[in-house]
């Protein structure tokens, strides 16, 4: 691996050990040993596995280490079966520990795999409801490394992994305390050269997990301040992160802000999240460009609630003529300037996909937390404000 150098390098320990800098996830073996893991199962996704950064990752723990082989089964939205062809390799190699290596689907899973290694229930017993993590046995849970080659979902620092349940193709967030990584390797070279395209759109999936978690209604001054830092990160390095994919301090800067965000949204999320994850389940679009799509729409939807929230983040991003409008107007110009599309019939979501999607919105997760109470009207008013383009704003 060719190691560029960002600033910065350094260890933390929130929400969970992070060693951050260029080149670290050679370091991988030292840290497998230092969690008493000597056996792991190297999960990653079909398109990075063959890749060098990943064969060396790879060589690395089978050169150090009692035995790594590796797996990468899985889809873009995993489902059900992934996390138990996972699982079914995980014991059939008698493996003690899970690194998960790639995006957002591959750190998902990795972390359902090793939740679900121990357990004798169903995945779907785990969802994140009430106090459904306590049937699990967590003394069973596998330790998980975790190294992100996307700057978005901030999967890594997390506590759940989302899955779709093909039952009724909804996703469903599976949860456990133990499901937060021991370890987590922010290394920026192993972003480098990722599409302009998908940059941008998981690079605004971290602005709409700090935006939604900042306009939270929900108390948690920790979560708030991570947020607003966050969204001055995304701010300052996104656009250089997409016009340049070798820009190693972009590249480094969007892993923290990623990061952040995750950790942000303990707070909880909103509408994006809820219009978004019908279309990745039935549409299969891409969560983050989704995520970006609606985000002007629902930022005005909320802003009755919002407005002094955005009044006092312009301040803080230092937007000309601070104000909740030029909050917008910033997401409405970035979004332009990353090429995002500006409607979800960009992204195939036709008016017919309107209300069985805007009945998905209603029951998901995300939804009770939103600033201001949704119906199933409000949401039917979002699904076709974002396939129509109609925005009152810019």
Same mark, same amino acid.
């Given at each position: 691996?060719?190691?560029?150098?960002?600033?910065?390098?350094?260890?933390? +320990?929130?929400?969970?050990? =992070?060693? $951050? /800098?260029? #080149?670290? %996830? &050679?370091?991988? @073996?030292?840290?497998?040993?230092?969690?008493?893991?000597?056996?792991?199962?190297?999960?990653?996704?079909?398109?990075?596995?063959?890749?060098?950064?990943?064969?060396?990752?790879?060589?690395?723990?089978?050169?150090?280490?009692?035995?790594?082989?590796?797996?990468?089964?899985?889809?873009?939205?995993?489902?059900?079966?992934?996390?138990?062809?996972?699982?079914?390799?995980?014991?059939?190699? +008698?493996?003690?520990?899970? =690194?998960? $290596? /790639?995006? #957002?689907? %591959? &750190?998902?899973? @990795?972390?359902?795999?090793?939740?679900?290694?121990?357990?004798?229930?169903?995945?779907?017993?785990?969802?994140?409801?009430?106090?459904?993590?306590?049937?699990?046995?967590?003394?069973?849970?596998?330790?998980?490394?975790?190294?992100?080659?996307?700057?978005?979902?901030?999967?890594?620092?997390?506590?759940?992994?989302?899955?779709?349940?093909?039952?009724?193709?909804?996703?469903?967030?599976?949860?456990?305390?133990?499901?937060?990584?021991?370890?987590?390797?922010?290394?920026?070279?192993?972003?480098?050269?990722?599409?302009?395209?998908?940059?941008?759109?998981?690079?605004?999936?971290?602005?709409?997990?700090?935006?939604?978690?900042?306009?939270?209604?929900?108390?948690?001054?920790?979560?708030?301040?991570?947020?607003?830092?966050?969204?001055?990160?995304?701010?300052?390095?996104?656009?250089?992160?997409?016009?340049?994919?070798?820009?190693?301090?972009?590249?480094?800067?969007?892993?923290?802000?990623?990061?952040?965000?995750?950790?942000?949204?303990?707070?909880?999320?909103?509408?994006?999240?809820?219009?978004?994850?019908?279309?990745?389940?039935?549409?299969?679009?891409?969560?983050?460009?989704?995520?970006?799509?609606?985000?002007?729409?629902?930022?005005?939807?909320?802003?009755?609630?919002?407005?002094?929230?955005?009044?006092?983040?312009?301040?803080?991003?230092?937007?000309?003529?601070?104000?909740?409008?030029?909050?917008?107007?910033?997401?409405?110009?970035?979004?332009?300037?990353?090429?995002?599309?500006?409607?979800?019939?960009?992204?195939?979501?036709?008016?017919?996909?309107?209300?069985?999607?805007?009945?998905?919105?209603?029951?998901?997760?995300?939804?009770?937390?939103?600033?201001?109470?949704?119906?199933?009207?409000?949401?039917?008013?979002?699904?076709?404000?974002?396939?129509?383009?109609?925005?009152?704003?810019?």
């Amino acid at each position: 691996m060719t190691i560029l150098s960002c600033s910065h390098p350094n260890n933390w +320990n929130y929400p969970t050990a =992070i060693r $951050f /800098g260029s #080149g670290r %996830s &050679l370091e991988i @073996a030292d840290v497998c040993q230092e969690f008493g893991i000597k056996r792991p199962l190297l999960v990653t996704d079909p398109g990075l596995k063959d890749l060098p950064m990943v064969s060396e990752v790879l060589s690395i723990c089978q050169s150090n280490l009692q035995h790594c082989e590796q797996f990468s089964d899985l889809q873009g939205n995993p489902i059900e079966k992934n996390v138990n062809d996972g699982v079914a390799r995980y014991l059939a190699g +008698n493996h003690d520990g899970v =690194i998960a $290596f /790639g995006g #957002g689907s %591959s &750190l998902d899973v @990795a972390k359902a795999i090793a939740l679900m290694c121990g357990q004798t229930r169903p995945i779907w017993d785990f969802e994140d409801r009430e106090d459904w993590h306590t049937r699990a046995n967590a003394d069973k849970i596998a330790p998980t490394i975790a190294i992100p080659t996307t700057s978005g979902t901030g999967s890594e620092v997390g506590r759940a992994s989302v899955i779709t349940d093909h039952r009724d193709q909804t996703k469903k967030i599976i949860f456990h305390p133990n499901m937060l990584p021991v370890c987590v390797i922010l290394d920026p070279n192993v972003t480098l050269g990722l599409p302009a395209a998908l940059t941008a759109g998981v690079g605004m999936d971290a602005l709409s997990h700090n935006l939604e978690a900042y306009c939270s209604p929900v108390f948690h001054p920790l979560a708030q301040g991570i947020a607003v830092e966050g969204m001055r990160i995304v701010r300052d390095w996104l656009p250089t992160a997409c016009r340049d994919g070798l820009n190693i301090e972009a590249r480094a800067q969007m892993q923290v802000a990623s990061s952040m965000g995750a950790t942000a949204f303990q707070k909880g999320l909103g509408a994006m999240h809820s219009l978004s994850h019908p279309c990745g389940s039935m549409l299969g679009t891409h969560h983050g460009t989704t995520n970006a799509v609606v985000m002007p729409y629902v930022l005005e939807f909320n802003f009755s609630s919002i407005e002094d929230k955005l009044t006092a983040l312009a301040r803080y991003l230092d937007l000309p003529h601070p104000s909740a409008e030029s909050v917008i107007e910033w997401v409405l110009d970035l979004r332009r300037e990353i090429e995002i599309p500006h409607t979800l019939n960009n992204l195939g979501v036709e008016e017919e996909n309107i209300t069985p999607f805007a009945k998905m919105a209603l029951i998901d997760p995300s939804t009770p937390t939103n600033p201001l109470p949704l119906d199933l009207e409000n949401f039917e008013d979002l699904y076709e404000r974002s396939i129509k383009g109609n925005l009152n704003v810019g």
